[in-house]
């Protein structure tokens, strides 16, 4: 059995916005109220896995920090890498068996 891998990143923020953008999550103000959203930062993410369409099976992982810019991710070619500035991004990779 061969596996083969389609894998697209597709960025939720545009970088030329939120790259001159800098969010205080230690301050934050709704309404006149204040929050500290800062033990928020930092990366999460959650993967969801569809077998609903065999032979393939199909992972998309979003990842959010709603404090600091994403870092490059490894495990992502270059070319497929969300811009730089970007807080939020989707990941989708579809494995497909051949017999």
Known sequence: M???TLSVTVPLLLSTLTS???LDCSHIRVDKKRF???KLGGPHSI???DKSRPPSIHNTT??????HQLDRDKNIP??????RGTYGMINSQQQRSSY
Do not use: G, H, S
């Not at 979003?62 to 404090?67: H, L, N, S």
């Open 2 to 4: 061969r596996t083969t």
């Open 47 to 49: 993967t969801v896995v």
């Open 78 to 83: 270059k070319a497929e890498q969300c811009p």
């Open 62 to 67: 979003y990842t959010v920090d709603i404090c």
């Open 20 to 22: 001159a953008l800098t």
């Open 36 to 38: 500290n959203l800062e």
